[in-house]
C-alpha cells in the first residue's frame, strides 16, 4: 500500500511512496498525530541525486522490520530540502551545531512541538565505523522518549533556546570597502591549493562563488594573483574527472583533492554557475578552455536538464544500473576501462583515448574503471580524429541505462540558469541559449509568479508546488531576469525583477536592514531562518542584496540602492574572517565599490553600430555593471523601457553609449573601442 507521499509532486518524496514506512510530508496533521500518539517524530531529509539517501533508504527504509518499529514508536515525517530549504536549514543548524558536522539524509527526532533533541545524519544498518545502527538508534531514542522524558524535554528546549541565541546582528555593520575586500583575498590566498587549484582539501567542491569575486576583484584592482587563482582552478577542474569530458557538464564534488573521481550528481546550480564563472574568465582572459567549457556546460544543461515546459530539471542522479548486472552503483554511466574504449573504438583509437583521457588498467574509480580526465602529459590529438573518438565514445554511452533525472524545476536555480544561458548566449553570439533563457523565463513567470509576484519554490509538469519561495528565489530570480533585460533589451524582464526585489524589501527585511530567507508571514518554524552564508549556491541574504544593487543601478531607485547596502553590512563583518563562505557577498560587494557601472546604449535595433556597442557593453569586466538597450526617445519622452535611456540622444545621428558610475559621467561615446577601454574589455 502506498503511504501518505503517493500524491506528492516531489520526485524525492514519491521514491519514498512505497516504503513500507508510512510516511507523511511535513505538515501541521503529522504533528497532530505525533500528539494525539504522544511519540516522538523521526524527521527525515534528503533529495533525491544524494546517493547516500538512496542508499539508507534502500538499507533501512525498505526493511520490514525497521519499518514496524518506525510506525509503531514514531510518526514519521520526509522532506525534500530542495522543496523546503527553510526546515532543512533550521535543523540542519541544530545538527551542525550537535555534532561539529551536517550532510544528508538528515535524521532529527523531535518532540510534537517539533523541538530537536536527537540528531545524525546516515546511520548503517548494522554497526559500522563507530556508528550505531539504525535500529540501535530508534530503540535508544525510544527508550529514552518512555523512561526520561523530562531529560527529553530539558534538553530540547536547551537547543531551541541556544538557536534563537543565535541571531545575527549584521545590520549595523558598515559598508564593505576595498580595505576588507583585500583582506578577504589575503584569506583566500592563504587557504588556495596553489598544487591542484581550488581551497582547502578533500572533499574538494566547486568554488563558484568565490572565484566569481577573484574574476570580479581583478578586474577592479588588477590583481594578477586574483586572476591567476581564478584560471588555475577553473584549469584543473576542467581538465578533472569533476567535468564530463564527454558531455559536458559538472558533478557535484571531487572526493579527492585532485578532482579526480566525482561524487557523480549532477545539479542545475552548480552546472548554472560554474558556465557564469568559466563564461566570465573567457571575457576577461580569451581563454579557448574557458570559452569551450562554458559552451559545453551550456549545451548540457539545455540538451540533459531541460523540461518539456522550458524550465530546467533540478539534477541527475549519481547511482545507474550497471550494463548486465540489474543492480544500481554510483557512477556506472560515466566510468570507462581500456576494454570498453578498445570495444567501442577499436584497439589503436581505443589506446589513443585511453591515454588522451587518463583511463588506465588499474583504474582510478572502482572496479578497475576509470573517470576520464585531460591529464597534462596527455598525448597530441587531431582535432577531427579526437571529434570522432569523442562522438562514438559519447554515443556509446547514451545506450547505458541513464542516471535518473529530478524533473522539479526550482525557481531559484532556474533563475542562476537563465543568468548563464543568456550571457553565453551574448558572449558567443549563441542566440538559441538566449531563446532558452527567456523561455525558463517565462515559466518562472507563468507558472511560479501569482497575481502579487509572489513566488512559489518548485513547479513539475508545469504545475506549481504549494511551497512557498524562499529568499534565494527571489534574489536568484531577479538576478536572472535583470541578466536578460541586459542582454535581449526587453524591459519587460527589468520590470518583473523589480517585483520581486520590491517584495525583498517588504516581506524579507528585518528593521536593521538585515535579511531572513523565510518572508514575514511563512510558516513559524522554531527558528526563523537567516544565513547569509554561502552553500552550493549563493545565500538568499547576498543574492537579494546583488539583485537590489543590480536594481538600484538600472533605476535609479535610492531606496533600492539603500537596502543593498544595509545588507551588505554583514560582508564587512565576515567576508575578511571567512571569505570561501560569503564569496557571493565578495562579489556583489566589489560591484557596490566599482559602482557598478550603468551603461546606456541607444540606438536603432536593426542598426549594427548599436549591436556592436550593445556587445562591448556586455563583454566589459567592470563588476556587476548594468546594460540597458533601445531606440532614442520620442520627442515626447515616450516609448522607453529603461530608466538609463531617459534623455540619452544618438550623437551625430548614430548610435552612442553612455557610461555612468558615482553619479558621474563618461564622455558618450559612438566608437566600441572607446567604449572597451570604459569598461575594460579585454581584447584577444
Known amino acids: 500500500m502506498p503511504n501518505r507521499l503517493a500524491n506528492e509532486t516531489s520526485p524525492y518524496l514519491l521514491q519514498h511512496a512505497d516504503n513500507p514506512v508510512d510516511w507523511w510530508p511535513w505538515s501541521d496533521g503529522a504533528f497532530a498525530e505525533a500528539r494525539r500518539r504522544d511519540v516522538p517524530v523521526l524527521l527525515s531529509v534528503g533529495y533525491s541525486s544524494c546517493h547516500w539517501c538512496h542508499v539508507m533508504a534502500h538499507e533501512s527504509f525498505e526493511d520490514e522490520l525497521a519499518a514496524a518499529y518506525m510506525n509503531e514508536h514514531f510518526v514519521n515525517i520526509k522532506v525534500d530540502r530542495e522543496e523546503r530549504p527553510d526546515v532543512d536549514a533550521v535543523y540542519m543548524e541544530a545538527v551542525q551545531a550537535a555534532t561539529g558536522q551536517g550532510g544528508w539524509p538528515m535524521t532529527v527526532f523531535l518532540t510534537p512541538d517539533a523541538e530537536p533533541f536527537y540528531f545524525g545524519t546516515y546511520f548503517p544498518p548494522e554497526p559500522r565505523h563507530g556508528m550505531p545502527s539504525f535500529m540501535q538508534v530508534l530503540e535508544g531514542v525510544r527508550g529514552a522518549w518512555v523512561g526520561r522524558r523530562e531529560e527529553v524535554a530539558e534538553v530540547a528546549q536547551r537547543i531551541v533556546r541556544d538557536l534563537a541565541g543565535r541571531q545575527l546582528d549584521y545590520g549595523k555593520a558598515g559598508l564593505p570597502g576595498g580595505e576588507e575586500l583585500g583582506r578577504a583575498l589575503l584569506g583566500l590566498t592563504r587557504e588556495y591549493d596553489a598544487v591542484r587549484g581550488g581551497f582547502g582539501g578533500a572533499p574538494k567542491f566547486p568554488p563558484s562563488m568565490a572565484l566569481e569575486f577573484l574574476l570580479r576583484h581583478h578586474a577592479r584592482t588588477g590583481s594578477e594573483g586574483a586572476l591567476q587563482m581564478a584560471a588555475d582552478t577553473c584549469e584543473a577542474m576542467a581538465r578533472g574527472g569533476i567535468y564530463d569530458q564527454l558531455g559536458g557538464g559538472f558533478a557535484r564534488y571531487s572526493v579527492d583533492r585532485e578532482w579526480v573521481v566525482p561524487h557523480f550528481e549532477k545539479m542545475l546550480y552548480d552546472n548554472a554557475l560554474l558556465c557564469r564563472v568559466y563564461a566570465h574568465l573567457w571575457r576577461a582572459t580569451g581563454s579557448d578552455l574557458a570559452r569551450r567549457v562554458a559552451l559545453e556546460t551550456a549545451d548540457f544543461m539545455v540538451r540533459e536538464l531541460r523540461t518539456g515546459e522550458g524550465g530546467f530539471a533540478s539534477a541527475l542522479d549519481a547511482d545507474s544500473e550497471e550494463e548486465g548486472s540489474g543492480r544500481h552503483a554510483e557512477g556506472a554511466y560515466y566510468a570507462w576501462t581500456p576494454g570498453e574504449l578498445a570495444d567501442v573504438l577499436g584497439e589503436d583509437d581505443g589506446q589513443l583515448a585511453a591515454a588522451y583521457f587518463g583511463v588506465t588498467e588499474e583504474g582510478t574509480f572502482e572496479h ?234 541607444v540606438g536603432h535595433p536593426e542598426d549594427p553600430a548599436t549591436a556592436a556597442l550593445h556587445r562591448t557593453a556586455l563583454l566589459g569586466t567592470a563588476p556587476g555593471a548594468v546594460v540597458a538597450v533601445g531606440p532614442p526617445r520620442a520627442a515626447d519622452g515616450s516609448g522607453g523601457e529603461f530608466p538609463l535611456l531617459t534623455e540619452r540622444t544618438l550623437v551625430r545621428d548614430l548610435p552612442t553609449a553612455y557610461v555612468c558610475r558615482h553619479f558621474v559621467c563618461a564622455r558618450p561615446t559612438t566608437e566600441p573601442d572607446e567604449l572597451a577601454d570604459q569598461l575594460g574589455v579585454v581584447r584577444p
Open 368 to 601: 578497475g574503471k576509470s573517470v576520464l580526465q585531460l591529464p597534462q602529459d596527455g598525448p597530441v590529438v587531431e582535432a577531427g580524429r579526437l571529434a570522432s573518438i569523442r562522438e562514438r565514445l559519447l554515443a556509446a554511452r547514451g545506450r547505458r541505462p541513464a542516471p535518473g533525472r529530478d524533473d522539479k524545476v526550482v525557481a531559484a536555480w532556474n533563475g542562476l540558469a537563465i543568468a548563464a544561458l543568456a550571457e553565453c548566449g551574448a558572449f558567443f553570439e549563441r542566440p538559441d541559449l538566449v531563446e532558452r533563457a527567456t523561455e525558463a523565463a517565462d515559466l518562472l513567470v507563468r507558472v511560479h509568479m501569482d497575481g502579487t509576484a509572489r513566488l512559489a519554490r518548485t513547479s513539475k509538469d508545469g504545475r506549481a508546488g504549494a511551497n512557498a519561495g524562499v529568499l534565494e528565489d527571489y534574489g536568484d530570480v531577479a538576478e536572472g531576469f535583470l541578466t536578460l533585460a541586459s542582454v535581449t533589451g526587453e524591459g519587460v524582464w527589468l520590470e518583473f525583477a523589480g517585483f520581486l526585489v520590491d517584495l525583498v524589501m517588504a516581506r524579507f527585511t528585518a528593521e536593521d536592514g538585515s535579511l531572513y530567507d523565510t518572508a514575514h508571514d511563512a510558516e513559524q518554524l522554531i527558528r526563523r531562518p537567516q544565513d547569509p552564508t554561502d552553500t552550493a549556491a549563493p545565500s538568499g541574504w547576498t543574492a537579494a542584496a546583488g539583485a537590489l544593487l543590480s536594481y538600484a543601478a538600472h533605476t535609479g531607485s535610492r531606496p533600492h540602492r539603500e537596502a543593498a547596502e544595509r545588507a551588505l553590512g554583514v560582508v564587512q563583518a565576515l567576508g575578511p574572517r571567512a571569505p570561501r563562505f560569503i564569496g557571493h557577498g565578495l562579489a556583489v560587494a566589489e560591484a557596490l565599490v566599482d559602482g557598478p557601472r550603468e551603461v546606456a546604449v
